[in-house]
């Protein structure tokens, strides 16, 4: 097994090789929803791989939905990813930022008392959303934003893309996965708008497209990602055809020449979306979802997809790259602290040690 260990490129971004750490929320960034040194250890210590997708991180003190969730939208928040993109590039990774507006998926608890929760429509999502104490809570009701309001929401997520690359990141992700806001608009049990960015499938893609688009204009698209996971009824996310919808969009984004897809590909009854995603777009593939390394080196030895992503492995085995390389048995992950830590526990965080023999 080794077609993982080859170089790709991601358009602008070079990887030196083809294990990507998947994005994922600790829930321990500082009180001003800024980096610590503890998330720069963290990251740090992950550098074996080619690629590091950060945890989602909010464009703007709207866009958060859950408890100590990372920022860029000030100051403070740039000065820390700084030390976490250093960190990691010293190590030889390239680290993209995901940006991640959670929109309706979101406790008000959870952020500011002046951060408003707004969604394309008016409507609760029926998932609960941990709040500050961790146990689930009904979901705040949202605004439906009015249609003059959506070119400012797309103006943060260009800020944010601007802020991860003055922080010397090498690009942005737009999560358009998991229930959150461009999925939001994507789907159609939670976008009953009647303007341009409601009813059709054309008018609900128009959100993403729109933003990857101006993220495209703001930082060059070869540094642009973007997450999907059609067909996924998750967040209360219940698309009434999502082919269709998936189909249009990635139609309607394959001439952008964006740095790669990034694929949460789960077996559905209705279609393969990993057949969808090859049949309407050329340009790099990311696959996730529960791969060991034997699918991952075949898919990959196929050409089935370019890279894949490890989310929970990379968890519990920051040495992941050098466990698949020496062929090492792998750590078994703790959920119990997956999001727990205050200040410097590092407990379930940055103690999983490397493999020793
Ligand atoms: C603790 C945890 C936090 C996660 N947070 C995010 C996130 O912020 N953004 C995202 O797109 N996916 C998130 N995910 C999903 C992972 O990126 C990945 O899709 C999922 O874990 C499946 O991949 P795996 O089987 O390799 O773990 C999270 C997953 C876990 C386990």
Known sequence: MSSLLAAARFGDIASRNRIVMAPMTRDRAGPEDEPTELMAEYYRQRA????????????SPDGKGYWRTPGIHSEAQVEGWRRIAEAVHAEGAAIVMQLMHCGRASVQANKAATAETVA???????????????????PDVPRALATDEIAHVIGEYVEAALNARRAGLDGAELHCASGYLPMQFLSSNSNLRTDRYGGSVENRIRFVVETLAAMAKAIGPARVGFRICPGHQINGMNDADPE?????????????????????????????PLALVRANWTGPIILNNSLSFEEADRLVAEGEVDAVSFGRHFVSNPDLVE?????????KLNRETLYTGLGDDRTGYTDYPAFSG
Do not use: C, W
Not at 48 to 59: C, F, R, W
Not at 323 to 331: I, Q
């Open 48 to 59: 074996g791989a080619g690629l590091i997708v950060t945890e989602g991180t909010q464009p």
């Open 244 to 272: 269709e919808t998936y189909t249009t969009l990635l139609r309607a984004i394959e001439p952008m020449g964006l740095a790669y897809l990034h694929l949460i590909h789960l077996p559905l009854a209705a279609f393969n």
């Open 120 to 138: 394309p429509s008016a409507l609760r999502s029926a998932a609960k959303i941990p709040g500050p104490d961790g146990v689930p809570q009904e």
């Open 323 to 331: 466990r698949y390389r020496k062929a090492h048995p792998l750590a």
